[in-house]
């Protein structure tokens, strides 16, 4: 009867643990108020940063709906879509990426991490996020089918890179925005099971069309792939990575990835 107890007293503490976690994967990516009175627990949170993402991708595929039911032209559509994504953000992701942007611009490899620091956006800073913002509104006006689906599999993708690049890379600082991400999560065994979530969602078209299975493993590969590929890059061209780097590789992860998608169209 005890070793029942135990048990039971032992998975409630998991699934309390888990739910705190959750909350606070919620907190710290989005902006969706939180009660104050709720616990939260921040350590490993990047674990759910791709489910974050998925959700994230759902909410906008609503939002699409309801502006498309409003008669809104899709280049409007589009581009509202990306401010609220911006905005369910508060920006943290795009941030991180014109942080980078500006240290990539610094020819000295050991001044980078200093001209990240600073909280004034430069020239290549605007330019960058300028890009991303026009390359993903593009995008998805191009997108004539499947955009929730899309917004779902780019906003999931992301943030599985930053969880990929959490895993594989060093970080360079002793502390940081990002530093307790690496303090949480050590294990290449983490970046599966959302992985394999991931591979699932992408796979969504292919069962509703009846398309061929080849599709569907091109997708979940390309998308998979450039998602590894974009923390690779920044880790080759660093060193390792930062907060803003871990931003950086989430937001183009999902700007190439929504691009990609319109060759499928």
């Known amino acids: 009867m005890n070793y029942f107890c135990r048990r039971l007293h032992s998975q409630i503490s998991f699934g309390n643990q888990c739910w705190q976690t959750w909350l606070?994967?919620?907190a710290f990516y989005t902006c969706i108020p939180i009660p104050h009175h709720w616990p939260l627990n921040f350590s490993g949170i990047a674990r759910w940063a791709p489910i974050v993402g998925l959700l994230m991708g759902a909410g906008l595929a609503g939002v699409n709906l309801f502006l498309s039911w409003c008669g809104m032209p899709v280049l409007v559509r589009s581009t509202l879509l990306v401010a609220v994504w911006v905005a369910i953000t508060g920006g943290l992701h795009l941030d991180g990426a014109m942080d980078t942007a500006d240290g990539l611009a610094v020819l000295d490899p050991q001044r980078r991490l200093e001209v990240m620091a600073d909280s004034r956006?430069?020239?290549f800073a605007v330019m960058a996020a300028s890009l991303i913002l026009l390359l993903k509104s593009a995008a998805l006006s191009s997108l004539t089918v499947d955009r929730g689906w899309a917004l779902m599999v780019a906003a999931g993708w992301g943030r599985w890179g930053q969880l990929h690049a959490i895993v594989r890379y060093p970080y360079l600082k002793?502390?940081?925005?990002?530093?307790?991400?690496?303090?949480?999560?050590?294990?290449?065994?983490d970046v599966v099971p959302t992985c394999l979530i991931l591979v699932g969602v992408s796979s969504i078209p292919v069962f509703l069309r009846q398309q061929n299975?080849?599709?569907?493993?091109?997708?979940?590969?390309?998308?998979?792939?450039i998602a590894?590929?974009?923390g690779a890059w920044f880790n080759h061209k660093f060193g390792?990575?930062?907060g803003d780097t871990?931003?950086?590789?989430v937001e183009w992860t999902e700007t190439f990835i929504l691009c990609g998608l319109t060759t499928l169209q």
Do not use: D, V
């Open 240 to 242: 390792g990575h930062t």
């Open 213 to 225: 299975w080849q599709l569907s493993l091109f997708t979940s590969l390309a998308c998979g792939l």
């Open 246 to 249: 871990y931003g950086a590789t």
């Open 174 to 189: 002793p502390t940081g925005k990002g530093a307790f991400h690496k303090e949480a999560i050590r294990s290449q065994w």
């Open 24 to 26: 606070g994967a919620i």
């Open 121 to 123: 956006a430069g020239a």
């Open 228 to 230: 590894a590929g974009s």
